[in-house]
């Protein structure tokens, strides 16, 4: 797997609206980075479940 780069920016504006009923749509030229901003928010997605778990 190819190492994701972290594009802050998006991240948080994605992580600012996570618990809103809004439908977030991602939208940018080809191969500018839309599917590995998901990888990234899935993956902290995933992180935040299994550390809320544990508490």
Known sequence: MQKLHNRK???????????KEL???ITGIRRC??????EL????LKKSKMQSSYI
């Open 9 to 19: 920016r998006y991240f948080d504006e994605l992580l600012a609206h996570k618990d």
């Open 23 to 25: 439908i977030k749509i």
């Open 33 to 38: 980075g839309k599917s590995s901003l998901l």
């Open 41 to 44: 928010f899935k993956e902290y």
